[in-house]
């Protein structure tokens, strides 16, 4: 059994304080608009099957970093599909097909945005194509085959697989429904960030204490931009936000530190393959650059174990199942607690109410298992 003793050695890679930090939600909601946020959250309350996701308590992490709360929303339960992306690209099929039957879905995935997408087809009786890369997990391809999608192997990265299903959708006249935005693709996943809000718009029901701080961990930012859009429109107070990445794969950091959008380098991937991007999406960078007060950026040394306390009730009553992408969050609150000087900086202290976002659930259940069982060890 693996204890939570350990956790008080925990360190970050690295810290960021954002100068350019200024939230104001006006500016945020020109980039998602209010109104899209308010459509989201009709169309999906409605489906079938939609519940609110748990807003958990991890009473005993809290105790032991002396914070007020530490609240962990349990994205695990999200439509069966596991994960908080049943919300965008589900959301973002459904809007964009506009009812019609006849058309051809596609986008490409490193995992989750696919099941999403396949899902999202699959409800409206839709066809559907997903590209994977070579990185992609068999597991993950199985759960997106589940959902009736043909999947398409591209050797090569993420990117590669972007390519080829740009050139084929263009070829074929198939829709794409990507989560990444550029300068010129826009409204999908302007979509997808307003599926993402909702679950800030759950925690605003869930709770009436004030959120003081959110750890939101970032791929290209799509989640976390989704996020800070609901705080603008649903949050009375704004908490502080705090950005999340592998130490791997730190585009977010990297680009709020030079002040532009920078791509980087993977030297190696990630174990939280989710969050392994090299470059941020575009509408994310104009919220996050402004919007996020920090960024942290975490080894994947402390994964397997957080698998493990997390279901091993070592940080909550009850148990627990949060996947990889699910533990950066917490590796980073505890990582900036044990450092007294980040710690003050963020103002953490016992009169704080921190959110972390569990986004995912076993996922990919077969690195779920290999994780819970080294994090045991
Ligand atoms: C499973 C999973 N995929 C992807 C991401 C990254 O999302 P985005 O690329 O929108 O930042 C996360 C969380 O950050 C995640 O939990």
């Known amino acids: 059994m693996t204890s939570s003793k350990s956790i008080r050695h925990w360190k970050f890679t690295k810290f960021l304080s954002n100068k350019d930090y200024i939230f104001n939600r006006s500016y945020v909601l020109k980039f998602v608009s209010s109104k899209s946020l308010g459509n989201a959250y009709k169309s999906v309350s409605g489906w079938k099957n939609y519940k609110v996701t748990p807003l958990l308590s991890l009473n005993k992490l809290k105790k032991n970093l002396k914070l007020k709360n530490v609240f962990y929303k349990d994205e695990s339960k999200r439509f069966h599909l596991k994960s908080f992306k049943a919300l965008g690209g589900a959301y973002a099929v459904e809007k964009i097909s506009k009812g019609k039957k006849n058309i051809i879905i596609s986008s490409a995935t490193a995992g989750n945005h696919g099941r999403s997408v396949a899902w999202g087809a699959k409800r409206l009786g839709l066809k559907c194509k997903i590209f994977v890369s070579q990185y992609v997990s068999e597991t993950r391809v199985n759960e997106i085959k589940k959902f009736g999608a043909e999947v398409i192997r591209v050797k090569g990265d993420y990117e590669s697989s972007l390519n080829e299903c740009k ?10 429904v990507q989560d990444v935005s550029t300068k010129n693709y826009k409204l999908v996943p302007q979509l997808t960030m307003a599926g993402y809000s909702l679950m800030i718009k759950e925690i605003s029901k869930q709770t009436n204490q004030y959120i003081t701080h959110i750890f939101l961990q970032a ?3 799509g989640m976390a931009a989704g996020v800070v859009a609901g705080v603008a429109k649903y949050f009375k107070r704004i908490p502080k936000i705090i950005i999340v990445e592998p130490d791997r794969a730190d585009c977010v950091l990297q680009s709020i530190k030079s002040r532009k959008l920078k791509k980087i380098k993977i030297k190696k991937e990630s174990i939280m393959g989710g969050m392994s991007c090299n470059e941020m999406s575009y509408i994310p960078w104009q919220i996050l650059k402004k919007a996020s007060n920090y960024c942290v950026s975490v080894s994947d040394k402390n994964v397997a174990k957080t698998v493990a306390l997390l279901k091993d009730k070592k940080l909550s009553k009850n148990s627990i199942i949060g996947g990889e992408c ?15 000087k980040t710690r003050k900086l963020i103002e953490l202290s016992e009169k704080s109410n921190v959110l972390i976002i569990g986004c995912e659930g076993n996922a990919d259940v077969k690195l779920y298992k290999q994780l819970l069982s080294k994090g045991r060890k």
């Open 167 to 176: 050139k084929l959708s263009k070829k074929n006249s198939w829709k794409i």
């Open 219 to 221: 791929g290209v930012g």
């Open 326 to 340: 699910s533990t950066p969050g917490i590796i980073s609150l505890v990582s900036v607690c044990n450092n007294s």
